[in-house]
């Protein structure tokens, strides 16, 4: 353990960099919050926020982007013919050496010779196929058909064993022969491994003590010998089939004269078809396109494939589409391997915010399973909500903000900052204790700033009961009123729950039919294409919620972008009509009427030019002795905060 006040240093660990600025959770919760009141749910908004990232971290989108330009760029540059094309170039070089040497000798033999070599195929592997028994004259030419058997032997073990080429580029026979061993043994070992045998992990520390120089990344079980395997002859089998039908049929008999023992080829067979059952879950029927210029062996053109395979597994991974998707799912090896180690550096900074948003209860699970916006993160929605209506009110009026809880009355028990205007008394203690923490540590003497002051909340003398009634017909989707009429509805909720606790509020949206919600149900709404403005329902449910408070001033607030073109039958069936029939204007009437005689003034926020609308929300005007208000969308917060102030005073 260190001593105090001294310090150990050591490496990173590649975890988050404890000196990274941590996520801006109140910047993250407003995206979040701004998709969910367009229509989004919150676990597709949040999916969005990871999809576009943040500002200085590239998201989820960004990083995919990067890995299909990478696996397009490796499918552009390279083909697969490497080991073809090299093979044949050997090939050419022993025959033209060979009939050099036979040129020279007019013998039968050597006549015979020739007409040999001009029988062979013209395909390269049965041509290799063919001589493999010939008795080479020139050294020249036995040495390059040596060379195509060395380079075959390479290729393949190379292909599914990583890391032996160099163990074998001077392989002599039995350097072959103990590699055939090898195969064996790992027959044996996978057999008894699919058998279930109870002495399967005793039988591969034999194998990994036999045989361990052939698996340089040292698996520690069987089963990950069998992972790192079958990963590598799924690849070799994408290989194949990328390949064209005389490309795999030339390297099928090419195979054949690995090391010039066919026993070889064999042997990996049947490993590769106790790979692909012992893990069907590889992908075993992938392919890929090649069409480069720069040819690649065995060897190469299988790791071009894994990695292929890989940037498809990390494109999946960075989708997140699957059910219950986390960004913990993406491997950060895989990702800094082919996008370096900056990509891994966002891809944690995105999971620190979402574990964060988690944490901090900004998102939680309901009852269905669904991922939801919080009670916290509503509160802290509509904090930054209302800021902006009363900056706007601010700005338009040259105020102060309006937010205060009263200058008058009891005192609530909370307390906040001072700001200029405020006339409500100062919280001794609280100051005080602000003013200490800030001078303490400091030496300087304790002295009172402005900043330390806080005052005492006090509850207004009068109560009101509010009912706010919001249009959410497909026209307010439609012409893009959504968003803002949901940014009003969640200032308003946010100033009575916080600055008028005794008021009541109750918000009512009104399309086919109209119904009482609260505020994580409006902020979560999505827009349907349903037909009917149905204020007559919307006015019997706020005229029920102002007849369970008669002791409080009665505030009715109405946001509609349309007359009315429905009601509701006794027997609760909604009638939708376009033009509104009579019926419809006069039942919502009588519940105007009914309103009016409680002393409720309507007050009724018009959004668009509609001269049918206008004529009747003049009539509820009057009739109620209310306001009509004509604000743009971007000022309908502004118009209601003011109004309901302005109401809840008489």
Same mark, same amino acid.
């Given at each position: ?12 660990? $590649? ?80 025959? !033209? #050496? ?25 395909? /390269?592997?049965?041509? /290799?196929?063919?001589? #493999?028994?010939?008795?080479? &004259? ?22 599914? *064993? ?21 195969? !064996? ?18 039988? *591969? ?8 120089? *052939? ?6 079980? /069987? ?95 960075l989708a997140q589409a699957h059910p219950g998707a986390r960004m913990e799912d993406i491997d950060s090896e895989l990702l800094e391997r082919h996008l370096g180690e900056q990509s891994t550096v966002d891809a944690r900074a995105l999971a620190e915010l979402e574990r964060q948003l988690r944490a901090q209860g900004m998102l939680q699970r309901g009852p269905d399973g669904d991922l939801r916006l919080s009670p916290k993160a509503l509160r802290r929605l509509g904090e930054d909500t209302l800021r902006d209506v009363l900056g706007q009110l601010r700005g338009a009026r040259g105020e102060r903000d309006a937010d205060r809880a009263g200058a008058a009355g009891e005192r609530t028990g909370s307390t906040r900052p001072w700001r200029f205007g405020d006339t409500e008394p100062w919280d001794a203690a609280r100051t005080v204790?602000?003013? /200490? ?23 207004? &003398? ?79 449910? #706020? ?52 309103? #009016? &005689? ?26 109620? $002795? ?25």
């Open positions: 353990m260190a001593e105090p006040g001294s310090y150990r240093y050591g490496p990173w660990d $590649g975890g988050r960099d404890p000196l990274a600025p941590p996520p801006d959770l109140r910047a993250a919760l407003a995206e979040i919050g701004r998709e969910v009141m367009a229509g989004s749910s919150p676990e597709s908004a949040l999916r969005e926020l990871l999809r576009q990232g943040m500002p200085g971290t590239r998201g989820l989108d960004e990083l995919t982007r990067q890995v299909w330009q990478r696996r397009a760029a490796l499918q552009r540059r390279h083909r697969l013919d490497g080991t073809v094309q090299e093979a044949k170039r050997l090939l050419d070089r022993a025959l !033209a #050496a060979e009939r050099r040497a036979l040129g020279a000798d007019s013998g039968e033999d050597a006549q015979f010779r020739q007409m040999r070599l001009d029988m062979v195929p013209n395909n /390269v592997g049965g041509a /290799v196929r063919e001589l #493999a028994d010939y008795d080479w &004259r020139s050294a020249e030419a036995a040495e390059a058909y040596q060379e195509i058997q060395q380079l075959l032997g390479q290729q393949m073990m190379e292909q599914r *064993f990583k890391g032996m080429s160099e163990a074998l580029k001077q392989a002599k026979p039995e350097d072959a022969e103990r590699v055939r061993e090898m195969l !064996a043994d790992l027959d044996l070992l996978l057999a008894a491994h699919a058998q279930g045998r109870a002495d399967t992990q005793s039988r *591969f520390q034999e194998f990994m003590g036999k045989h361990g120089e *052939f698996f340089p990344e040292n698996p520690r079980t /069987v089963d990950e010998l069998i992972d790192l395997l079958a990963a590598r002859s799924a690849a070799a089998q994408r290989l194949l089939n990328s390949m064209t039908p005389q490309q795999r049929a030339e390297l099928a008999e090419l195979s054949q004269q690995a090391f010039g023992d066919p026993r070889l080829a064999e042997a990996l067979s049947k490993v590769d078809d106790k790979l692909r059952a012992l893990r069907p879950g590889e992908d075993w029927a992938g392919s890929g396109r090649f069409r480069g210029d720069q040819a690649m062996g065995l060897s190469e053109a299988t790791e071009a494939l894994q990695e292929l395979g890989e940037l498809d597994q990390l494109a999946e991974q204790g602000n003013a /200490v923490l800030r001078t303490a540590g400091t030496g300087e003497a304790l002295t009172i700033d402005v900043a330390d002051v806080e005052i005492a909340e006090t509850e207004q &003398r009068s109560r009101a009961v509010v009912a706010l009634c919001v249009d959410t017909s497909w026209s307010m989707v439609q012409d893009g009123r959504w968003v803002p009429m949901k940014r009003t509805a969640l200032a308003l909720h946010h100033l009575v729950r916080t600055r008028f606790r005794t008021d009541e509020l109750q918000l009512i949206t009104f399309g086919r039919h109209a119904m009482s919600v609260d505020i994580g149900e409006l902020t979560a709404l999505e827009g349907t294409h349903e037909q009917g403005t149905n204020l007559h329902h919307a006015l019997m449910l #706020a005229g029920r919620h102002l007849r369970r408070h008669p002791d409080a001033h009665p505030v009715v607030l109405v946001v509609t972008d349309g007359e009315p073109t429905a009601h509701l039958e006794p027997d609760g069936e909604a009638v939708f009509d376009y033009p509104p029939r009579r019926e419809t204007i006069a039942k919502t009437m009588v519940e105007v009427d009914a309103l #009016a &005689r409680r002393g409720a003034g309507i007050t009724v926020f018009m959004l668009g030019e509609n001269p049918r609308l206008e004529a009747f929300v003049d009539t509820v005007a009057r009739r109620t $002795g209310g306001r009509v208000l004509a604000p743009t969308t971007d000022g309908l917060g502004a118009a209601v905060v003011a109004d309901y102030l302005r109401n809840r005073r008489g």
